[in-house]
C-alpha cells in the first residue's frame, strides 16, 4: 500500500522561513505589508516544501475564487467547428492563467442551458465572466447583471456596450469592411455582392453596414444572409449566382463563409481572381493561407481580442470602483483597428 504524504501546512512554511504563521498568510495571500526580504524567505520555503495553498480558506480571506466563466452563446458543434472561437479562447486561456486564474467554460444552446448558467453565476462560484458571441435579444446578459458578477464582453452588445456601463473588447468591423469593399472597387469590379454573417449578432450588421457604406445603391439581390459557416457561404454563392450570373466580385462575412464560396465558384467554372475577386474576414490562417487561391481578407486580432477582455475584467476586479456606476465611472471599451491582407484571391 502507498503511504500517503501529509500536505505542507501553513505551520510548516513559516517553520522554514522563520516568520510567524500571519507573516506566511499575508504573502501568500497577496496582501500588503510584509517587507521584500520577509516575503522572499516565504516564497522561496513554499517552493522548498511543495506547499499549495487551500483554496476554501484563501477564498475566505480574499473573497476570491481566482477563476472566471467564459461563456460563448453558441452549441458545442459550432463552437469546436469554428477556429475563431479556438483563437480567441487560446487569448482568454494564456491571459488568465498568467494570472493564477482558472477558465470556467460554459456554453448555451437553448434557454435552458440560459437557466442553468444563470444559477451557476448567481451560485459565486467565479470572480467575473467573459461573453462573447452573443445574439440580439439573447436573455445572457440580463441573467448576468442579476448575478451581479463584473463582466466583460467579446464584441459589441446590442444594448450599445459602454453607455449602460457594459464594458466590451471588439474590432472595428464597419470599417474593416469598409477597406475589403473599396479594395475590390479599386480592382475596378462593379457588381460587388455580400455573403452577410448572422444578422442577429452585432458583428454582422456592421459588417453590411460597411458595405452599405461604399455601396450606398447595391442592388439588393446582390446581398444574401448567411451565418459565418462554410456551408452557408456554399448555399448563398449558389444563390447569388443563380440571381446575378454576372457578379464580379464577392466580400464575405469571414473566412469560412469565403472558404464555401470559392468551393462553389471552382465548381462553376468561375476564375478566381479573374472572373470573380473574393475577400473575406478574420485572417484565420489555417483557412486563407490554404484556399485555393490563398484568400484576401480583413485581419482583426482575434486572440488579442481575449488577452485584452481578461485584462479589462481582472482590471475591474481589482479596482471595483471602475464599475460603481453610482459614483460616474464607466469601465472603458475597446475597439481594435482592423487591417486588409492582400493575397491572391483579390
Not at 462553376?268 to 470573380?276: E, F, K, W, Y
Not at 486563407?288 to 485584452?308: F, H, K, N, S
Request: proline residues 5%; without cysteine; charged residues 30%.
Amino acid at each position: 500500500m502507498t503511504e500517503t504524504v501529509p500536505r505542507p501546512t501553513l505551520e510548516a512554511v513559516a517553520a522554514r522561513a522563520g516568520v510567524s504563521r500571519a507573516t506566511v498568510s499575508r504573502v501568500v495571500n497577496g496582501s500588503d505589508g510584509v517587507r521584500e526580504p520577509l516575503a522572499e524567505r516565504v516564497r522561496r520555503a513554499v517552493d522548498e516544501l511543495g506547499y499549495v495553498p487551500n483554496q476554501a480558506a484563501r477564498s475566505l480571506v480574499t473573497r476570491r475564487h481566482d477563476a472566471i466563466a467564459v461563456i460563448i452563446a453558441e452549441p458545442e458543434t459550432r463552437v469546436f467547428a469554428d477556429p475563431f472561437f479556438a483563437r480567441q479562447l487560446r487569448g482568454i486561456s494564456k491571459e488568465l492563467t498568467a494570472h493564477d486564474n482558472q477558465l470556467v467554460l460554459l456554453l448555451t444552446e437553448d434557454r435552458d442551458d440560459h437557466a442553468r448558467v444563470g444559477r451557476y453565476l448567481a451560485g459565486g462560484h467565479v470572480d467575473g465572466a467573459l461573453v462573447f458571441s452573443l445574439h440580439i435579444d439573447d436573455p445572457l446578459p440580463e441573467l448576468i447583471r442579476k448575478a451581479g458578477l463584473p463582466t466583460v464582453f467579446g464584441g459589441r452588445p446590442d444594448s450599445g456596450g459602454g453607455r449602460d456601463g457594459v464594458a466590451y473588447v471588439d474590432s472595428d468591423n464597419r470599417g474593416g469592411a469598409r477597406d475589403a469593399v473599396r479594395h475590390l472597387l479599386g480592382l475596378g469590379r462593379s457588381r460587388i455582392a455580400h455573403i452577410t454573417g448572422a444578422l442577429d449578432q452585432t458583428s454582422a450588421v456592421d459588417r453590411l453596414d460597411g458595405f452599405r457604406d461604399v455601396r450606398v445603391d447595391t442592388d439588393p439581390g446582390l446581398v444574401v444572409e448567411g451565418d459565418f459557416t462554410a456551408a452557408s457561404g456554399e448555399r448563398a454563392m449558389r444563390e447569388l449566382l443563380g440571381r446575378r450570373p454576372d457578379l464580379d466580385a464577392v466580400f464575405a462575412a469571414n473566412d469560412l463563409t469565403a472558404a464555401g464560396a470559392l468551393r462553389v465558384l471552382r465548381e462553376h467554372g468561375r476564375r478566381v481572381p479573374d472572373d470573380v475577386a473574393v475577400v473575406g474576414f478574420d485572417d484565420m490562417q489555417p483557412i486563407a493561407e490554404q484556399t485555393e487561391p490563398p484568400l484576401t481578407t480583413v485581419r482583426q486580432d482575434i486572440e488579442g481580442m481575449g488577452r485584452l477582455m481578461v485584462r479589462l475584467l481582472l482590471r475591474d476586479l481589482d479596482d471595483p470602483a471602475t464599475t460603481d456606476e453610482d459614483a460616474g465611472v464607466v469601465p472603458s471599451s475597446v475597439v481594435l483597428p482592423t487591417t486588409l491582407v492582400r493575397r491572391a484571391s483579390a
